[in-house]
């Protein structure tokens, strides 16, 4: 089993920028997709972001499209999520969890890290 631990959340004014990690450990580390979630408060954890272990190929929801940008240390086991010209809207818990295979659901889920963007 992978053990996910993101960090690096916090409070930040709209406009401003945080940069998440995730670092795993455990068992050999080499899935094929690992992505990013988020879970806004009373709502469904919802997908923002993938990036591919081996080939580095990236995937956004639209609605973080240009402003967010996901990227990995192989040799650091990490993944992190640059998150630029932030919105209130973009205020959640985020997570990052491991797609093992491509027909694999995501799991792994890591404890979560508190984003809050103020207006």
């Known amino acids: 089993q992978v053990q996910l631990v993101e960090s690096g959340g916090g409070l930040v004014q709209a406009g401003g920028s945080l940069i998440l990690s995730c670092a795993a450990s455990?068992?050999?580390?080499?899935?094929?997709?690992m992505g990013w979630f988020r879970q806004a408060p009373g709502k469904e954890r919802k997908f923002v972001a993938r990036?591919?272990?081996?080939?580095?190929?990236?995937y956004y929801v639209n609605r973080v499209k240009g402003r967010f940008t996901i990227s990995r240390d192989n040799a650091k086991n990490t993944v992190y999520l640059q998150m630029n010209s932030l919105k209130p809207e973009d205020t959640a818990v985020y997570y990052c969890?491991?797609?093992?295979?491509?027909?694999?659901?995501?799991?792994?889920w890591g404890q979560g890290t508190q984003v809050t963007v103020s207006s």
């Open positions: 969890a491991v797609k093992s295979t491509v027909v694999a659901d995501y799991g792994d």
């Open positions: 455990g068992r050999t580390f080499s899935p094929y997709y």
């Open positions: 990036i591919s272990w081996s080939t580095g190929s990236t």
